[in-house]
């Protein structure tokens, strides 16, 4: 070794017990040129899953699982992690079940996939839960689930848990019985029934519309600080709109089949095919398109990160596309 190298390995070697390391070996990664998610874009085929969630039914019991939930872990990353930032799973309750009731600081929404008689119970209010419904649980509010009648429900639950590994504040308790006391009720502003969301997409001409979930309590507002949330119409064998932001997405198809394409920087695609009931994720700063595949319309919710990244002002749209 040349002198001077041989100086300079001796010298990053002394960092380290003084708990400094060099930044000019690291800096393209800390500030890269564009975003660089780890996330890979990944589809969660509800056929595969829906058996896996009945095994979870017969094999787990609910006072085992607190939440009997299959999380939808991406391939490059961790739990909580569907995406760099968000988190979904798929939660499954049988009739007469208790998921009991707790409160903690993340927020979560659920977007309802199967059955009927399904309730959750938002700090006192108890609301049935249909196909298609977006439900909200703002952070510490106590929240139960349950189910009446025959069969199970399954929904998607989308939370900001992976924030909380960045900056780890998660407060949780439990309340001291399995049901928080509830009354019934139907109009709530934590319910968004699926009806009046397809009524408004329908309403819209052109081959691709788009429903902003806002805040029923504080008009104008997102779903939350983090998460937002989205509905989309894309009409028989048409294409959405080209879209490229900081955000990452979760989507999940309600009704339709067909496949998303992604296409990276240097011109290389991906494309996710998919079908009713599946789930998929988009990275931050990926460009996509949905094609729906079927001859009626294709519907799809998604959330996303939106709202974070626009309260930290770092929200960025590519609008030249
Ligand atoms: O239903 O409260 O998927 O607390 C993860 C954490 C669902 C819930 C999840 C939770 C819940």
């Known amino acids: 070794m040349a002198p001077v190298q041989a100086e300079k390995t001796e010298f990053l070697n002394s960092l380290k017990p003084e708990n400094v390391e060099p930044l000019w070996t690291v800096m393209s990664a800390m500030v890269p040129p564009v975003p660089q998610p780890k996330a890979t874009p990944t589809v969660w085929r509800y056929k595969s899953l829906r058996p896996l969630l009945g095994e979870a039914g017969r094999l787990v019991p609910a006072e085992e699982s607190e939440r009997r939930v299959l999380m939808l872990i991406n391939p490059s990353l961790k739990a909580p992690q569907t995406t760099d930032t968000l988190y979904a799973g798929l939660q499954y309750i049988i009739p007469g ?34 196909r298609g419904d977006v439900i909200l649980t703002p952070r510490w509010q106590w ?5 009446d009648g025959n069969g199970p429900m399954i929904w998607l639950d989308g939370l900001d848990l992976p924030m909380f590994q960045a900056i780890p504040v998660n407060f949780a308790e439990h309340y001291k019985e399995d ?31 788009i429903f902003d979930y806002k805040s029923k309590e504080k008009s104008g507002a997102e779903l939350s600080t983090i998460v937002g ?9 048409a294409k ?12 999940h ?24 009931k599946d789930t998929f994720c988009i990275p931050s700063w990926k460009k996509f398109r949905h094609v729906n ?12 990160d939106t709202p974070l990244l626009k309260n930290l002002a770092i929200h960025r749209v590519n609008s030249d596309i």
């Not at 929240?143 to 189910?147: Q, R, T």
């Not at 009704?255 to 394409?261: L, P």
């Open 253 to 276: 198809v309600y009704e339709g089949h067909g496949h998303t394409v992604i296409t990276e920087a240097n011109g290389e695609e991906t494309i996710l095919q998919w079908e009713q």
């Open 229 to 237: 949330g989205q509905a989309e119409r894309i009409s028989p064998n």
């Open 97 to 130: 079940e208790v998921a009991p009731a707790h409160r903690h600081s993340a927020f979560a929404l659920r977007f309802i996939i199967e059955g009927d008689g399904g309730f959750t119970n938002v700090e006192g209010s108890k609301m049935y839960m249909e």
């Open 143 to 147: 929240h139960d689930h349950g189910k």
């Open 293 to 304: 595949e079927s001859s009626s319309q294709t519907y799809l919710f998604n959330f996303s």
């Open 240 to 251: 959405s709109a080209w879209r490229q932001e900081s955000s990452s997405f979760v989507y």
């Open 179 to 209: 049901r928080f006391p509830s009354t019934d009720v139907e109009e709530t502003p934590l319910k968004f029934p699926w009806k009046g969301v397809q009524e408004y997409l329908d309403a819209i001409s052109g081959d691709h519309a």
